[in-house]
């Protein structure tokens, strides 16, 4: 079994920053690609940046230039600095990874951790 445990969410002003982890734990052989998506009240959930395990990148067009992704592959965990926060990025995120535990693939999600920018 694999768990992602997320943290670093809040409320914060707009204009502001916000640092989300997510820690991979479990019977793991390797991770591919780890992510984060967001979704808001009455909206479908989206990808916001993705990493491979080589460090490829890949953002939503409404957060580049303010998020980075990043990952510690040592500690199987992924991170998103948020910047220049806006109130329309209040939404919870999701973290996402590509985990092979035996021979095959699995996506696996976290909880989720709520992000709030106020106004």
């Known amino acids: 079994q694999v768990q992602l445990v997320e943290s670093g969410g809040g409320l914060v002003q707009a204009g502001g920053s916000l640092r989300l982890s997510c820690a991979a734990s479990?019977?793991?052989?390797?991770?591919?690609?780890m992510g984060w998506y967001r979704q808001a009240p009455g909206k479908q959930r989206e990808l916001v940046a993705e990493?491979?395990?080589?460090?490829?990148?890949n953002y939503a067009d409404s957060v580049k230039g303010r998020f980075t992704i990043s990952r510690d592959n040592a500690k199987n965990t992924v991170y998103l600095h948020m910047n220049s926060l806006k109130p329309e990025d209040t939404a919870v995120y999701y973290c996402?990874?590509?985990?092979?535990?035996?021979?095959?693939?699995?996506?696996?999600w976290g909880k989720g951790t709520l992000v709030t920018v106020s106004s």
């Open positions: 990493i491979t395990s080589g460090g490829s990148t």
């Open positions: 996402n990874a590509v985990v092979v535990v035996t021979a095959v693939p699995m996506d696996y």
């Open positions: 479990g019977n793991i052989f390797s991770i591919n690609a």
